[in-house]
Structures are given as C-alpha cells and as structure tokens.
C-alpha cells in the first residue's frame, strides 16, 4: 500500500458516514426545539389554565369549561364569537410528518419555549399541538382558539400563548 495509509472497508466507510449524517441530523432537529421534562400526568383539560388565565390571555372574559372525553371547552360570557378549546392526548393539528387532509390548512411547525409545536390556522381559527414528547400522541397539549372578530395572526398569538402558558404549569 502507497504512503502508508490504512486501507478501510467500503462497509465502515458506509457506517461513518451514515453515523456523521445521524449526528448532524440529530443535532439541527435539536435546534429546532423537541420535547421537554414536562409532562401531562392525571390532570383533566380543564384544570390545564383557570378561567382567568384564558380570559387575560383573549382578553375576553370566559365562562367556566366543560370537559368532554379528554378535552375542555370553554365559550365567552354573552357572545357566542370567541372560544377556547384545551385538549390532552388529542392532537388537532395533525400528526408532525403527516400531510393535511384536502382542503385543511398546512400546519406550520414552531416552538413554544424549545418544545416542538405544530400550528394550523383557518380564517378565525388557530389550533396549536404542543408535543411535550414527539414519539407520544398522549403527550400532545392542543389549544383551539376561534374569535370572529381578530385575524388569523392574532388568534394563532393567542393559541400559541396559552399552549406556552400551559407548558410553564406542567409538573417536570
């Protein structure tokens, strides 16, 4: 062998570089915020944010929730524009790496305090799935907030913000 260098086999040159591409991979999605410590325990959808925590948030005054299977519904005293919807274990999204169903909005993925969120919006409607733990659905907190009155920004502000408040009350 010339210059005296070691021949490797093409089967370890192969594993290297598919070893590098895996680490590279592993640490731009790291960037781009994952899961958390935090975690859903047994606590139901509506004890996820008090009343006033959600009225602060939509800066509407919102009646007490009522919890339906996994999720908590909550509407605006008196007017029937704006609601809240907090779900645990029911993404609303979509599933991250899964294509819409015709004619539903593409989800955006973002990050809410380096934890991967998923965020779908349609006119007066914005529905955020925060992923405590990107390999388990039961660890999906999912926001809906649907005012007439406000822009398709504004009501994904508000749902983005109530997911982050959610995240800072969770055990972990």
Not at 101 to 115: L, M, Q, R, T
């Amino acid at each position: 062998m010339a210059g005296g260098g070691y021949v490797v086999d093409p089967l370890v040159k192969r594993s290297m570089a598919l070893l590098s591409m895996t680490v590279f991979a592993v640490s731009v999605l790291a960037g781009c915020g994952g899961g958390t410590d935090k975690r859903l325990t047994d606590q139901a959808s509506c004890d996820l944010l008090s009343t006033d925590a959600i009225s602060e948030a939509t800066g509407t005054t919102i009646g007490e929730g009522t919890e339906e299977g996994r999720q908590c519904f909550y509407a605006a005293d008196g007017s029937p524009t704006a609601a809240v919807t907090i779900g645990a274990g029911a993404p609303t999204a979509g599933y991250p790496d899964q294509e819409p169903p015709p004619g539903a909005p593409a989800p955006e993925e973002i990050d809410i305090d380096g934890v991967m969120a998923r965020q779908a919006s349609n006119g007066d409607m914005c529905s955020v799935d925060l992923w405590l733990d990107p390999e388990s659905e039961d660890q999906v907190v999912s926001v809906v907030f649907i005012d007439a009155n406000r822009s398709d920004e504004e009501v994904c502000t508000v749902s983005a913000t109530l997911a982050g408040d959610i995240l800072a009350g969770l055990p972990g």
